[in-house]
């Protein structure tokens, strides 16, 4: 029991990393009203403690609360998602889910609303929000895949932990200073369902997507040359941090699965003995005290179990979840450079040729062609002028979207990195101490 806990909390672990579970994944693609990130994660309010664990006042689990009770006093904006409902039509059946909302910010015309939306609206406030900011770091949505076997089809622990996510992805646009101010965030909580339709509808055409599609494949494949040292540093951090986060994920899931198992066998262990109780008449109490040992063990691990899959399970899954969220992040901030470099590269090559244009092989080119020489070298001149000033603009425009795309990476990177401390100290602290009152009672 000892060494499979000590495999969650010691990251020395990782050489003996069990096979990928990804086996028992059901892909669910042609659903997006069926995406999870698992049966049995809990992330209601935001919130990653078990409210039924008994801590001190003094205990760095409250400490923790104490400190976000602090943060919660400036903030404008709350968001609770609640209340699912099931919809049948002709053609579909989907979930939506109530989303209220009170402010006090003064864009909104009204203090509090209330709309219902389903899960494919969250996934259009999510790509509105990283086309908009695409070096912004939004939190992920909850994955396109359920654990085979652990949900059944609009199964109620399913659309419960469906919804705790989305809450979650809510309020943590809401807490963001520049995300939350997007008029899409704003629509999204304050448009009625038709109002919502009508409003995706005013988005780019396909054609539009289509091209910058093409573009940030080009500039993919072109790489980028100059990238600054602090980002590059960035990037090493994100490779090695998904690394490690999804070898604890792995572990951690592998270790909830062993200890349900031991205690499905834990369970049926104890009745053995108070059966053998009835036909052992001077082993009576010895066995009977064995059973009810067995019981008390069989409670507190089944309670040490569920703390494990509601408060660490879902903080590790989230946070790969947000490991190749950085990743898509720097990837999209290396296409901006990479356009600008490709840019430069092509003024350079422009003005080259204008230079050329003043050497004597102009005019014996134009005289070949029949024309002027001196007026084709002009015509020439002024062309290339003109694109030379088109580019520049271009270029100019690039180095400003650049500067910004730095800005705001570097920005959202410090405040990323201050969450993701405080939300793994966090769970790893109550799952340390969960662990020690565990092993407390069993003594």
């Not at 939004?138 to 622990?157: I, S, T, W, Y």
């Not at 054609?207 to 072109?222: D, F, H, I, P, Q």
């Not at 509601?310 to 999209?332: G, I, M, N, S």
């Not at 020489?373 to 694109?387: F, I, K, V, Y």
Request: net charge negative; hydrophobic share 35%; proline share 3%.
């Amino acid at each position: 029991m000892s060494r499979t806990i000590d495999a969650v909390v010691s990251p020395t672990q990782t050489n003996t990393i069990p096979a990928d579970i990804s086996g028992q994944m059901l892909d669910l693609d042609e659903d997006d009203d069926l995406e999870v990130f698992s049966k049995d994660l809990t992330l209601a309010d935001g919130n990653m403690f078990n409210a039924s664990m008994p801590t001190s006042p003094g205990s760095m689990v409250n400490q923790c609360k104490f400190e976000e009770d602090e943060e919660s006093d400036s903030k404008d904006i709350f968001i609770t998602v609640d209340n699912p409902e099931s919809h049948v039509t002709a053609i579909e059946t989907f979930i939506t889910y109530r989303v209220l909302t009170k402010t006090t910010r003064s864009e909104f015309d009204n203090s509090e609303y209330e709309v219902r939306r389903r899960y494919q609206d969250f996934l259009w406030l999510k790509g509105k929000l990283e086309d908009a900011h695409s070096t912004l770091i939004v939190h992920p949505l909850p994955e396109k895949f359920v654990v085979k076997g652990m949900v059944e089809r609009f199964n109620g622990d399913f659309i419960e932990t469906r919804r705790k996510a989305l809450h979650k992805f809510l309020n943590r646009v809401a807490d963001h200073p520049i995300l939350s101010c997007s008029e899409d965030f704003k629509v999204f909580l304050s448009a009625q369902a038709w109002e919502l339709t009508t409003y995706k509808k005013q988005g780019p055409g396909f054609l539009s997507r289509m091209g910058e599609t093409v573009r940030a494949v080009a500039n993919s494949v072109r790489g980028v040359k100059n990238r600054p040292e602090e980002f590059t540093a960035i990037q090493e951090y994100v490779e090695d941090f998904s690394n490690k986060i999804g070898s604890l994920d792995k572990v951690t899931q592998r270790i909830v699965k062993e200890q349900k198992e031991y205690l499905e066998e834990l369970k049926e262990y104890g009745p053995t003995y108070t059966l053998w109780s009835g036909s052992e008449e001077e082993l009576a109490e010895q066995l009977k005290g064995v059973a009810g040992c067995i019981e008390r063990c069989c409670k507190e691990t089944e309670e040490q179990v569920g703390h494990l899959s509601d408060t660490l399970v879902p903080v590790l899954h989230e946070y790969v979840l947000c490991a190749e969220t950085l990743k898509a992040v720097l990837r999209r901030r290396d296409n901006i450079q990479a356009e600008f470099e490709a840019k430069n590269e092509a003024l350079a090559t422009k003005k080259v040729d204008r230079d050329a244009e003043s050497s004597d092989l102009g005019f014996v080119w134009g005289s070949l062609l029949g024309k002027n020489p001196e007026e084709a070298r002009h015509q020439r001149q002024e062309r290339l002028d003109g694109e030379i000033e088109e580019l520049k603009e271009e270029i100019d425009k690039l180095e400003d979207r650049v500067e910004w795309a730095n800005n705001a990476l570097k920005g959202d990177w410090g405040r990323w990195q201050r969450s993701m401390r405080g939300d793994l100290k966090s769970a790893f602290l109550s799952t340390a101490e969960k662990n020690v009152d565990y092993y407390e009672k069993k003594r």
